[in-house]
């Protein structure tokens, strides 16, 4: 299951009061990453990705840990199955201007990590490099 949420991260212009609940505000929206943008280091993308000069992403560590041999979602004597795999990045265009379209989400859900690359090495005997995106539902609303 993948959960894409989309915005801007600037306060809206219109609002003139700033009747908005930021951070710090104990009562602004939460983030969904464990780091904001604005503190997350940014690293460039693959440069076998063409497109590479006109996105930047964040890593998600805490995320990422969950799926070492000793992580937190990992089953124990006592758990059946356990919490899966998880993954997690702030993308962002280098242009400002550029707007997201039904295409590029799509385009860009394909260059997201996907469950056998998150599996540590130990778990990938004999499986291949690429895995595709087979199914994507896109919901418009």
């Not at 299951?1 to 505000?25: C, E």
């Not at 992403?57 to 070492?68: G, Q, V």
């Not at 702030?90 to 707007?99: G, L, M, Q, S, T």
């Amino acid at each position: 299951m993948t959960h894409v949420v989309f915005g801007l991260n600037d306060p809206d212009p219109k609002d003139k009061l700033n009747l908005t609940l930021n951070p710090p505000s104990t009562y602004a929206r939460r983030h969904p990453l464990y780091t904001h943008p604005s503190e997350a280091v940014v690293k460039p993308l693959w440069r076998i990705c063409k497109f590479h000069p006109h996105v930047q992403w964040t890593e998600e560590h805490e995320i990422m840990a969950k799926n070492l041999p000793d992580g937190v979602n990992r089953t124990n004597s006592s758990t059946v199955g356990g919490e899966g795999l998880e993954w997690g990045a702030w993308v962002e265009f280098n242009d400002k201007d550029e707007r997201i379209t039904t295409p590029s989400l799509a385009f860009l859900v394909d260059t997201f990590l996907n469950t056998p690359n998150l599996l540590p090495k130990s778990e990938k005997v004999g499986m291949t490099a690429r895995y595709p995106l087979l199914v994507l539902h896109i919901f418009l609303v």
